[in-house]
Structures are given as structure tokens and as C-alpha cells.
């Protein structure tokens, strides 16, 4: 059975059928509404294999943790733009877990950051992160983790430079957690973030596995010390495309030396 329950312009609290959280037939859910997710005492999906959520509010750690644990055969998760005011934090562990995706809505000068979500799976393969970095993300003990696509960005919350510091620290942590993939995917918007911390760029991790490398979302300048750096990093880089366009904004005699070694070796570029 799937579920799928939309609802606009409705704000407040929700609670779904008590029977609908001990479906047993329930394969697909996606809750997609403003409200107050309230949960029942007993919380069980036994075969839920799908779960969205979008725009959802949760009351507080303990109703994330009891609706995540409940689906022991979740395959696929996505969170998107749910509040996290209440939360402190989120443990992201489901053992059949394959694929994440997650995006944070956009930001205000209201917004209470600082939600920390934990994520691990042994089977987690596929990670897609769209957001302003207003909460942080650890990845832990997920070796199955082949690929990742990640789209941070500075927004309104952003403007003081404190603010962006720290989301520029943690995109750099991300992309630390992220250093085993073999298919990466950075937005130009990413590569600006992590450019505001020039002092950690020289740390960018070593992407020893990875072999294919795409850069999207608006524009990307080819002389960016961190697009130059993780290209320095990917020793075993096989391809890389463009599906943002190209510039150059650099100094007068600017040149490519030395050269990645995977532009001698592998890199067939598109």
C-alpha cells in the first residue's frame, strides 16, 4: 500500500489514524503538510520501505527517534525542508538504508540552528544535502557510500560573517565525511561556501576513490583554489563534467602548475 497526504495552507497540530501507524501493508509513506507531527505511544511500519517527509515539524527528539526506528526496512528516506526548531538531535541508522536525501528550507533570521544529525547505515549508497548548513551533518560508518550530491549555499540567515564561517566550517566537515565516495556532485554555490574559510582549503581531504566529478547550479570559476585543490586530491579521477558554465577570474599569468595528476592520467573531461 502507498500513502501519500498533501496538505496546503493548514498550520498547527496533526495526528494521523492511530491504526496507520501499525499498517503492516503500508510499503510507501509521504507526509507533506505544516503541521505538528503527533506521534501515538506505539509507532510501527514493519514493511515501509519509502518515507518522505516534507515541511513536517516535529515536537521534540524523541518523536524523530520513534518514528525512525519504527521502519526496520526503510530503504529510502527523504527529509525535506522539516522544521527543526524542537530538535537537538537526529540519529539517521536504519540497517537497510540505501538511499538519503535531505534539504533544509530556507532560512530566517528566526531560525534556531544547530540541529545535529548523525547518519550511518552499512548499506547507505546514495547522499543528496540541498541547504544553507543552518544545522550540521556527521557521517559515520557508512562504507557503502558511493555517491553524493551536495548543494550548500550562503542565504539570508547568512549575512553576518559569523554565520558564515560557520557554514563554511561545516561544509568543509561534510565534504571530509564525504572523502570515500566515487561519484561526487558539488554545486558552484558549495565551492563559494567552502572558499570562505580559505585557511582550511590546504585540509581538503584526499578523494582517493573517487572517479567521476560533476559540478552544477550556476556558474563555476575554474581558478577557485578549492575546485583546484579537490581536483589535486582526486588522484584517481577518471571524468569530469560541467553542467554549470565556466569562467576564469584570476590575476594576470595565472597558470595550471602544477598539474592534477589526474589531467595526465585518467581525466577525460566533458
Given at each position: 500500500?502507498?500513502l501519500n497526504?498533501?496538505?496546503?495552507?493548514?498550520?498547527g497540530?496533526?495526528?494521523l489514524?492511530?491504526?496507520?501507524?501499525?499498517c503492516e501493508s503500508?510499503?510507501?509513506l509521504?507526509?507533506?503538510?505544516?503541521?505538528d507531527?503527533?506521534?501515538?505511544?506505539?509507532?510501527?511500519?514493519?514493511?515501509l520501505?519509502?518515507?518522505?517527509?516534507?515541511?513536517v515539524?516535529?515536537?521534540?527528539?524523541?518523536?524523530?527517534q520513534?518514528?525512525?526506528s519504527?521502519?526496520?526496512k526503510?530503504?529510502?528516506?527523504?527529509?525535506?525542508e522539516?522544521?527543526?526548531?524542537?530538535?537537538?538531535?537526529?540519529?539517521?541508522?536504519?540497517?537497510?538504508?540505501?538511499?538519503?536525501e535531505?534539504?533544509?528550507f530556507?532560512?530566517?533570521e528566526?531560525t534556531k540552528?544547530?540541529?545535529?544529525?548523525?547518519?550511518s547505515?552499512?548499506?547507505?549508497?546514495?547522499f543528496?544535502?540541498?541547504?544553507?548548513l543552518?544545522?550540521e551533518y556527521?557521517?559515520?560508518?557508512?562504507?557503502?557510500?558511493?555517491?553524493?550530491?551536495?548543494?550548500?549555499?550562503?542565504?539570508?540567515i547568512h549575512?553576518?560573517?559569523g554565520?558564515?564561517r560557520?557554514?563554511a566550517y561545516?561544509?568543509?566537515?561534510?565534504?571530509?565525511?564525504l572523502a570515500?565516495?566515487?561519484?561526487?556532485?558539488?554545486?558552484?554555490r558549495t565551492?563559494?561556501?567552502?572558499?570562505?574559510a580559505?585557511?582550511?582549503?590546504?585540509?581538503?581531504?584526499?578523494?582517493h576513490?573517487?572517479?567521476?566529478?560533476?559540478?552544477?547550479?550556476?556558474l563555476?570559476?575554474?581558478?577557485?583554489?578549492?575546485?583546484?585543490?579537490?581536483?589535486?586530491?582526486?588522484?584517481?579521477?577518471?571524468?569530469?563534467?560541467?553542467?554549470?558554465r565556466?569562467?576564469?577570474?584570476v590575476?594576470?599569468?595565472?597558470?595550471?602548475?602544477?598539474?592534477?595528476?589526474?589531467?595526465?592520467?585518467?581525466?577525460?573531461?566533458?
Open positions: 500500500m502507498i497526504l498533501h496538505l496546503e495552507h493548514c498550520h497540530s496533526f495526528m489514524p492511530r491504526h496507520l501507524f501499525a503500508l510499503k510507501e509521504e507526509l507533506d503538510f505544516f503541521y507531527l503527533r506521534l501515538p505511544s506505539f509507532v510501527y511500519f514493519p514493511n520501505m519509502i518515507l518522505t517527509l516534507s515541511r515539524s516535529f515536537m521534540d527528539d524523541n518523536s524523530v520513534q518514528l525512525l519504527s521502519c526496520p526503510l530503504e529510502e528516506l527523504a527529509l525535506l522539516c522544521q527543526w526548531d524542537n530538535v537537538k538531535a537526529v540519529h539517521v541508522s536504519a540497517s537497510m538504508l540505501e538511499n538519503l535531505m534539504s533544509e530556507k532560512a530566517d528566526d540552528p544547530d540541529c545535529q544529525f548523525m547518519i547505515g552499512p548499506r547507505l549508497k546514495f543528496i544535502y540541498t541547504g544553507e543552518i544545522n556527521c557521517i559515520s560508518d557508512a562504507p557503502s557510500l558511493v555517491y553524493a550530491d551536495v548543494d550548500a549555499y550562503v542565504g539570508q549575512m553576518n560573517s554565520r558564515q560557520r557554514a561545516r561544509a568543509h566537515k561534510l565534504l571530509r565525511e570515500n565516495v566515487k561519484d561526487l556532485h558539488v554545486s558552484s565551492l563559494h561556501v567552502l572558499t570562505i580559505e585557511e582550511l582549503v590546504p585540509c581538503l581531504p584526499l578523494f576513490n573517487l572517479y567521476h566529478l560533476e559540478f552544477n547550479y550556476g563555476v570559476n575554474f581558478g577557485c583554489r578549492v575546485l583546484l585543490k579537490i581536483l589535486h586530491n582526486s588522484p584517481h579521477l577518471e571524468s569530469i563534467y560541467f553542467a554549470a565556466i569562467f576564469f577570474s590575476r594576470d599569468g595565472w597558470r595550471l602548475d602544477p598539474v592534477p595528476p589526474c589531467f595526465i592520467q585518467f581525466l577525460h573531461a566533458s
